[in-house]
């Protein structure tokens, strides 16, 4: 009877363990099964990415001749002014109807490739920085360098500053406005590009380079 009862247990804990091994794999290739499902979409979605937004073409194509080290970008990119000219403005983009390109596309400087790419193509680190309102002075986001007041001061001083906005003229075409400025050398770049989509496409062009 006991020989008989100690066999009972022992099967009882060799069942136990196989069915903790069955869970385990079957928890594991389940998962494997997810990871896999997640790496094949990942392509898809960058592809879509691509070609649904126009300012793709612009972060593939244009790079910062004469850049510095590091670029200012002030993070604010559709309107740089504050008060009424700005009230002005998105009255202007409702009666247009173009508010819709920018509920469909965002900013650029919010796209979620622009400071990755930027980077990599100019060979510079970006600082971001805020908008003051008017009356304020703009600083640095980041919170280390700007307790740093002369360091904050000089990177203002020294590196260059850059301001983009856009200005979409239909859902399909949009003008998008670079100044550069190089406080070092005392130089402004002016740029305006124009993108249109065309069979599906975004293409860029450079409409007008001045440096004063």
Known sequence: MQKKM???LDFKKHYSVLIIVILIIASCTSQSKKIQVIDEKDPVSATNQDQVS????YLDNFRFENGTDTLLVQRESRV???GTAAFEYYEELKKSG???YFEKYNDLVEH???SKKIEANSKTKILWVNRGNEGELMELENETIHANKELERRLFEEKAFVQITEHPLAMDKVEIYTTVFYPVSNKTES???SIIKNQG???MKLLK???R
């Open 54 to 57: 126009p300012y793709e073409a």
């Open 6 to 8: 100690e066999s009972m």
């Open 191 to 193: 740029l305006i590009h």
């Open 98 to 100: 173009l508010k819709e």
């Open 80 to 82: 740089f002014y504050c």
């Open 209 to 211: 380079r001045e440096i």
């Open 112 to 114: 979620p490739t622009f």
């Open 201 to 203: 496409e975004w293409k």
